[in-house]
């Protein structure tokens, strides 16, 4: 998915990432708000009616809410908080699949989204049918799928079961062709919501490698895990967020380090 933006001038903002050397931001939230209604169930018809003849009102709820903060090339973010904080709401607004209720979000560039296992794949197809379907979502061209395409499946460590339908893989399998696939796509920005979680022990410390290599080469991560060993290895910068709220934006060790000593306030709501 990629999405380009105009270039605004900076926008003058207590969490802006300081990396003057990095240059251009490529991606920016700015007040983001995001909102759900708090019992979906509602929408049905029988509760529908049933409220509607209570007059209960369905109470909406903020997922973010006032989210500002911006990243420049190569920089790598984790973003950090408890179940239901809001950390794949944020990722969803920056890769266009939700759009926020107010506020803007700005993205420059292209990016390779890892949001939810087996996504962009198709059960019935290949191994090798899937890695062409998912390149040409993520904006691949036939031509340059076909180039990368020994290097995807010998990245994935799949070679044995390339031709075998998707339906028979493992969870860890399918992360390993998502991510090798997404890798070779060269996106501007890679975003991984706690997919790596699904991989062994060898396939994480090859996507380490991986996206280490990205980052030299200028490109920029946004990474949701609860594995904070593994976000410390990874990220330079890092976003806590609390009931959709940013209660910390700063280097990742810092932000890391409070988010531990924080007490666990349990579920989001
Ligand atoms: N499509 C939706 N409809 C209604 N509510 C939603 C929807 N998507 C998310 N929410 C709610 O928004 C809030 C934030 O959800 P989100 O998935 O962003 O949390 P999260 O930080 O990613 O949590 P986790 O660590 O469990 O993955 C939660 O209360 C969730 O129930
Ligand atoms: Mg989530």
Not at 172 to 184: C, D, K
Not at 232 to 258: I, K, Q, Y
Request: hydrophobic share 45%; with cysteine.
């Amino acid at each position: 998915m990629s999405r380009s933006i105009a270039t605004q001038p900076a926008i003058g903002n207590d969490l802006a990432d300081p990396a003057p050397s990095a240059g251009h931001a490529v991606l920016r939230f700015e007040a983001v708000s995001k909102t759900y209604a708090h019992n979906a169930a509602r929408t049905l018809l029988r509760r529908g009616m049933l409220s509607w003849l209570t007059r209960s009102r369905t109470s909406v709820f903020y997922a973010l809410r006032e989210v500002s903060f911006e990243l420049h090339a190569a920089a790598s973010l984790a973003v950090v908080g408890a179940n239901g904080a809001g950390k794949s709401t944020l990722l969803r607004c920056a890769t266009g699949i939700s759009a926020p209720d107010s506020g803007r979000v700005e993205v420059r560039g292209t990016i390779a989204a890892l949001m939810e296992l087996g996504a962009g794949f198709h059960p019935d197809l290949t191994g090798a049918e899937n890695v062409m379907l998912n390149a040409s979502l993520l904006g691949l061209t036939r031509r340059k799928t076909c180039e990368q395409f020994d290097r995807i499946v010998e990245f994935s460590g799949l070679a044995d079961f390339i031709h075998e339908p998707l339906r028979t893989y493992s969870s860890g399998m399918v992360l390993r062709l998502a991510f090798s696939v997404a890798v070779r796509v060269d996106p501007d920005i890679l975003v991984i919501d706690e997919m790596l979680s699904v991989g062994d022990i060898e396939f994480q410390e090859k996507c380490v490698g991986e996206i280490k290599r990205l980052k030299q080469g200028g490109k920029t991560l946004i990474c949701v895990a609860h594995d904070l060993k593994l976000l410390r290895n990874l990220c330079d910068r890092a976003l806590w967020l609390e009931h959709g709220r940013v209660r910390m934006f700063g280097p990742c060790s810092e932000v890391v380090d409070a988010y531990e000593a924080a007490p666990a306030p349990g579920v989001s709501d």
